[in-house]
C-alpha cells in the first residue's frame, strides 16, 4: 500500500478523534511520522509551551521505537534475526527485551494465529517493503515456508540470552508495536507531567485521563465507505485498535491481497474485513484483533476467551457487526444503512 494512503488512514482516524468533540480551551494537538505513518497527539489542560516540548520529546522517541523495531532495514531486530539465524542464540538487545515476553505470551493464547516469528512470510509477500507489492508469491515458496513452522514456541529466553533451534524464526512485531507503542507513548507523557492525552499511532488508540469532563470520543473507521461504522468513548488507561483488509494491500484480477495473513496457509484471511478491539493493554489490543480477524466468523469468540479480551466488534465480508455483549453495551453504530448486528456470547 503506497505510503500516502497510510497518512490518509491516520488523517481519518485523526479527523474522527476531533470530530467526536468540539474544541476546547487547553486542548493542543500535533501529528508526526514515526513507525512509517502519521502519529496523531491530542493534549488537554496542557499549555503551549509545555505542550511543545512534550511533542518534541514524543516524536523522537516514536523514531526511536521506530529503528529499534524496525524488521528490514538496518536495527537491533534485525541484527537479532540474523543472529538468531546463523547461530542459534543471541543476547536480546535492551529495546527489544520487553516484546519478547508478551509476543509469546499472546501468540500461544492465540493458537498461533498471531505470530511474530513469521517474518519471512510477511517477507516473501513483499510487505517487508517501503514499496507495495504486486503479485503474490508462489505457491511453492510459501509452502516451502510453512513446513519450517516458524513459532513463537521455538524461542527460548534465559535472562537475556534468546535461543532456537529453527533457523526460519524471523522475528516482526509489527502486529502489535503500534498498539504497544501508543500506550508507551501515554506513559511517556504522564512522566512529563502530562495527565489527559490521546496518542493515535494508524488505527491503534491509548488514552490517558479525560478531554475536560468527558471521556475522550472516538471513531471506528468504516472498513468500505467514508466515515465510521461506530463510535465509543475511551476511559483512562484503555486502548482501541483495529485491523482490517484496507491497510495495507494489493489487488491482483479484482482479488484483494492484504497483510493479515493466516500462517495456517500462508495467504490472507478471508472471512472478516475489519476487527475492533478494546482492552487495557494495548499490545494485546493490537495482537488481539490481528488473531481475530484471522480466525473469522466462525472462531473469533474461542480465541477472544482465549486471549482474555471481552471488548469485540467483527465486520464480516458482507458488512455485518458480530460483537460482544461487553462491546455491544458501549459502541453507538453510526452509517446509513447500518450494519446488521449479532451479539455473540463468549464460550
Request: proline share 7%.
Amino acid at each position: 500500500m503506497p505510503r500516502y494512503l497510510h497518512y490518509f488512514a491516520v488523517l481519518v482516524v485523526a479527523f474522527l478523534i476531533s470530530a467526536c468533540s468540539r474544541p476546547q480551551p487547553g486542548v493542543q494537538e500535533q501529528q508526526f511520522v514515526a513507525f512509517g505513518t502519521l502519529i496523531s497527539v491530542t493534549l488537554y489542560a496542557v499549555d503551549e509551551q509545555q505542550a511543545q516540548r512534550a511533542f518534541q520529546e514524543l516524536e523522537a522517541y516514536f523514531n526511536q521505537l521506530h529503528h529499534d523495531w524496525h524488521a528490514w532495514e538496518p536495527s537491533p531486530l534485525v541484527e537479532l534475526n540474523q543472529a538468531l539465524a546463523t547461530q542459534g542464540a543471541a543476547e536480546v538487545p535492551a529495546v527489544i527485551l520487553p516484546l519478547i515476553t508478551p509476543a509469546q505470551r499472546l501468540s500461544i493464547a492465540s493458537g498461533g494465529l498471531f505470530n511474530p516469528a513469521m517474518g519471512g512470510l510477511f517477507a516473501l509477500w513483499g510487505f517487508q517493503s517501503d514499496d507495495p507489492p504486486r503479485t503474490p508469491p508462489a505457491d511453492a515458496e510459501i509452502n516451502s515456508l510453512l513446513a519450517q513452522h516458524p513459532s513463537m514456541a521455538d524461542l527460548q529466553l534465559n535472562g537475556t540470552t534468546l535461543r532456537t533451534t529453527n533457523p526460519a524464526v524471523k522475528l516482526d512485531f509489527g502486529a502489535f508495536a503500534k498498539g504497544y507503542a501508543a500506550q508507551l507513548g501515554c506513559k511517556r507523557l504522564q512522566q512529563l507531567g502530562i495527565d489527559n492525552a490521546i496518542v493515535a499511532v494508524a488505527g491503534d488508540i491509548h488514552v490517558i485521563g479525560n478531554r475536560g469532563e468527558r471521556a475522550w470520543r472516538v471513531g471506528v473507521r468504516h472498513p468500505r465507505t467514508p466515515g465510521i461504522i461506530a463510535s465509543t468513548e475511551l476511559h483512562d488507561g484503555e486502548s482501541i485498535s483495529t485491523s482490517g483488509d484496507y491497510e495495507r494491500y494489493f489487488d491482483v484480477d479484482n482479488i484483494r491481497y492484504h497483510h493479515l495473513l493466516d500462517p495456517r496457509t500462508g495467504y490472507p484471511a478471508r472471512g472478516a474485513i475489519s476487527v475492533t478491539v478494546i482492552n487495557n493493554d494495548g499490545a494485546t489490543a493490537d495482537a488481539s484483533a490481528s488473531a481475530l480477524f484471522i480466525a473469522g466468523v466462525e472462531h473469533w469468540a474461542e480465541v477472544a476467551k482465549a486471549m482474555g479480551v471481552d471488548q469485540v466488534m467483527l465486520i464480516d465480508i458482507e458488512g455485518e457487526a458480530h460483537l460482544t455483549p461487553a462491546m455491544a453495551a458501549r459502541l453507538r453504530i453510526e452509517g446509513d444503512p447500518a450494519p446488521e448486528l449479532y451479539i455473540q456470547e463468549l464460550p
